[in-house]
């Protein structure tokens, strides 16, 4: 019992004394570091949230969202041969900076020909059978279409698909180009058939008269293939 009155009386004597100067130093000193780690902190938090703004907001690609920029067509198929295939290309720039010189580069499909596009819209032919959509400048959250027509060649055989390769959006942003891939996915399948429906057999003498006992069988056989597809 002795002991732990001595103890409680050493305690006291220890709370009542003042702290030393050099325990007010260090007090003093980590609160200058931890107030410069917190200063530190926040000016990382800062910089990361503006590079975080700049490339993943500011700089997003512009033509990127597929819901806003895609190929459609208003054709319903089968389709027959000489028909005209009609494709709308959509586009929105959903970017946040200004578009300059936007090509729509498209590659006129297999066994088609181009036959009309929007008289409003510039025109230039590319390498082989590419077709260039010429646009100017193209603001933040604008957008439009551009139409083409192609017609599919005649004849052509039963089940020839007539598809449309991807569409290749070229674009300049503060003198720099861009590039942006849109699918297409759009297939249109041909109905063709033969049609030997005019074919003629005449049977007549070799000299033009009556036919008789003896006389030389001159025949003429006349075949046409009326249809939409080749015969072989």
Request: hydrophobic fraction near 35%.
């Amino acid at each position: 019992m002795k002991d732990f009155l001595n103890s409680i009386k050493k305690l006291q004597e220890k709370i009542k004394k003042p702290p030393k100067i050099t325990d007010i130093g260090n007090i003093t000193k980590n609160r200058k570091l931890l107030f410069t780690l917190i200063i530190s902190i926040a000016v990382i938090i800062v910089f990361s949230l503006a590079a975080y703004y700049y490339f993943f907001i500011y700089l997003r690609p512009n033509f990127n969202d597929f819901s806003q920029n895609y190929v459609s067509s208003n054709t319903p198929g089968p389709l027959k041969p000489g028909d005209e295939i009609s494709y709308i290309i959509s586009f929105k720039n959903t970017g946040n900076r200004t578009v300059d010189k936007l090509k729509i580069q498209v590659k006129i499909p297999l066994n088609t020909t181009f036959t009309s596009s929007d008289s409003d819209v510039p025109v230039e032919y590319g390498d082989g059978d590419t077709l260039v959509l010429n646009f100017n400048r193209i603001e933040k959250n604008q957008s439009g279409k551009a139409n083409f027509t192609v017609t599919a060649d005649k004849p052509l055989d039963n089940g020839t698909s007539i598809t449309l390769d991807d569409v290749i959006f070229n674009y300049i942003i503060n003198g720099r180009q861009y590039s942006q891939k849109i699918t297409s996915g759009l297939n249109h399948i041909i109905e063709s058939r033969l049609d030997f429906s005019n074919f003629g057999l005449k049977v007549v003498d070799e000299n033009g008269g009556d036919l008789k006992m003896g006389d030389i069988i001159k025949y003429t056989i006349t075949v046409k293939n009326s249809g939409d597809m080749n015969a072989t």
